[in-house]
């Protein structure tokens, strides 16, 4: 019982740390106009990417982070490809090294 704990917590600690990574990785591959853009992101990609599925207001968790984010989605030096840009590059990163045929998996 108490090693299937441990292996329980091990593996969320791993979990967390393996979220963080990715929130600041696919964060600062990002090309926005604004520096205070970028980090914007990546504090609403933390929020957005630990409770996905959910919506803006219910991640965001009040008024002013909820506003906020509404704000940096509609803001005119924002653009899709500035948002997905940070993704593309991760992705094309992780599959640089592979040779034939890669898959992914979830």
Same mark, same amino acid.
């Given at each position: !019982?108490? &090693?299937?704990?441990?292996?329980?917590?091990?593996?969320?600690?791993?979990?967390?740390?393996?979220?963080? *990574?990715?929130?600041?990785?696919?964060?600062? &591959?990002?090309?926005?106009?604004?520096?205070? &853009?970028?980090?914007? %992101?990546?504090?609403? &990609?933390?929020?957005?990417?630990?409770?996905?599925?959910?919506?803006?207001? !219910?991640?965001?968790?009040?008024?002013?982070?909820?506003?906020?984010?509404?704000?940096? %989605?509609?803001?005119?030096?924002?653009?899709?490809?500035?948002?997905?840009?940070?993704?593309?590059?991760?992705?094309?990163? *992780?599959?640089?090294?592979?040779?034939?045929?890669?898959?992914?998996?979830?």
């Amino acid at each position: !019982m108490g &090693l299937t704990s441990r292996a329980r917590d091990e593996k969320a600690h791993r979990s967390a740390s393996d979220a963080v *990574t990715w929130f600041d990785r696919e964060a600062a &591959l990002c090309e926005f106009q604004d520096a205070r &853009l970028g980090e914007r %992101f990546r504090m609403l &990609l933390k929020q957005i990417g630990g409770d996905v599925g959910q919506s803006i207001p !219910m991640v965001c968790q009040d008024w002013a982070n909820t506003k906020a984010a509404y704000r940096f %989605f509609s803001n005119e030096r924002v653009s899709e490809a500035d948002i997905l840009s940070g993704h593309f590059k991760s992705t094309a990163g *992780t599959h640089r090294g592979c040779e034939g045929t890669c898959s992914c998996s979830a």
